[in-house]
């Protein structure tokens, strides 16, 4: 009899490297696949992208795997950085990891592997699926290890899109992780984790902006009007930011730190201000483009979990729904909810689905 065929996203990093054994221990026949989805600008030095292939192929070796490439990158050009730079100039902060793994990573991989013949696709994401054979459905869990959960960011998948999904990092703990990854002599045990989004990596995200989006400085004012900066564009700053105003030490003004408050569009203006200030949070939200995993949403009026930030801890609310969307009460106010991220709601440890900010308010 077969062994059912699994095609992993092997990425070059721990994770998929680990993913990748952990299923061939299970019996699993594993295959890796190597997705490109940026074309490098090597003029600025930036070729993360092969550096990484060379580590996959490594591992792949090591494991005795076949490894696929594959280019994505005009896919994620029009599904996911089309949507990125629309987001930036409504003056809003997208998360386009959310987007790539629902256009890119569980819909083009997803069709891909199924051309090589997949019975599973596999990611190295830290988060569980429960199958209820009773009624076909396919629950999203949080991650064992808390730290690491990544259920925030697979949010908008679709049963489709899970049915055949594995996720075998996610009853591990990272430290478990790199510990099998160096057990078994893959190249990419101590390799650092990739932060921040994928198409900048390491390079300047103001002048990676700037070579798509025209930006206009704007004075930075406090709620009372008071002139105290002037700003490089409003897409280059989002709610909550400390770091980077260039404001610090004002004569007249407390050692406290600033913080971007809010964002004024109409006089493309920044708001500002300085400590735990009251403006920085905000008790409602309302969010459009809902998904539920499950397909249906919840009552119309529900109590929930729910976390506007991925390293935020859950947070208790309730739901309102509304012809255009949701309305979102928290029983605390929450801090820098910022348009254009996202809200996810829970029940316990499963991931029921979630939507984008749209506004936020008292």
């Not at 896919?75 to 996911?80: A, D, K």
């Not at 703990?173 to 057990?183: G, I």
Request: charged fraction near 20%; hydrophobic fraction near 35%.
């Amino acid at each position: 009899m077969a062994k059912p065929r699994v095609i992993v996203g092997l990425s070059g990093g721990v994770d998929s490297s680990v993913a990748a054994l952990l299923l061939l221990q299970q019996g699993y026949e594993v295959h890796g696949v190597f997705m490109k989805n940026w074309e490098d600008d090597f003029e600025a030095g930036y070729c993360a992208a092969s550096d990484d292939l060379s580590d996959a192929q490594d591992v792949a070796e090591t494991l005795g795997i076949p490894l696929h490439r594959v280019n994505f990158a005009e896919e994620y050009r029009q599904r996911v950085f089309a949507h990125f730079l629309a987001e930036y100039r409504c003056g809003r902060t997208p998360n386009p990891d959310i987007l790539c793994n629902s256009e890119i990573k569980f819909r083009a991989f997803l069709d891909h592997a199924r051309r090589l013949g997949a019975d599973h696709i596999a990611t190295g994401h830290y988060a569980r699926l429960v199958h209820n054979e009773h009624n076909g459905m396919t629950q999203l869990l949080k991650g064992v290890d808390r730290s690491k959960d990544q259920s925030y960011f697979l949010h908008t998948l679709t049963q489709d899109q899970l049915r055949d999904a594995l996720f075998p990092l996610g009853e591990l703990p990272k430290a478990e992780v790199r510990r099998l990854a160096q057990e078994h002599d893959l190249v990419t045990y101590d390799k650092k984790d990739s932060t921040g989004i994928c198409f900048i990596g390491e390079r300047d995200f103001r002048a990676f902006l700037q070579q798509y989006l025209p930006t206009e400085a704007g004075p930075m004012h406090t709620p009372e009007g008071e002139v105290v900066g002037q700003h490089q564009g409003l897409a280059f700053y989002t709610l909550g930011q400390r770091h980077g105003l260039g404001i610090g030490g004002r004569a007249g003004y407390s050692d406290q730190p600033w913080y971007v408050a809010d964002k004024d569009l109409a006089h493309n203006a920044l708001i500002v201000v300085q400590g735990d200030h009251a403006l920085l949070y905000r008790r409602y939200l309302h969010a459009s483009q809902l998904h539920w995993i499950s397909g249906s949403p919840p009552s119309d009026t529900i109590e929930l979990m729910a976390k506007t930030r991925y390293r935020q801890a859950d947070q208790a609310c309730t739901l309102r729904q509304r012809a255009n969307g949701y309305d979102v009460e928290f029983v605390q106010p929450q801090r820098a909810v910022t348009p254009g991220q996202s809200v996810v709601f829970y029940a316990a440890d499963e991931c029921l689905g979630g939507g984008v900010i749209d506004v936020a308010w008292n």
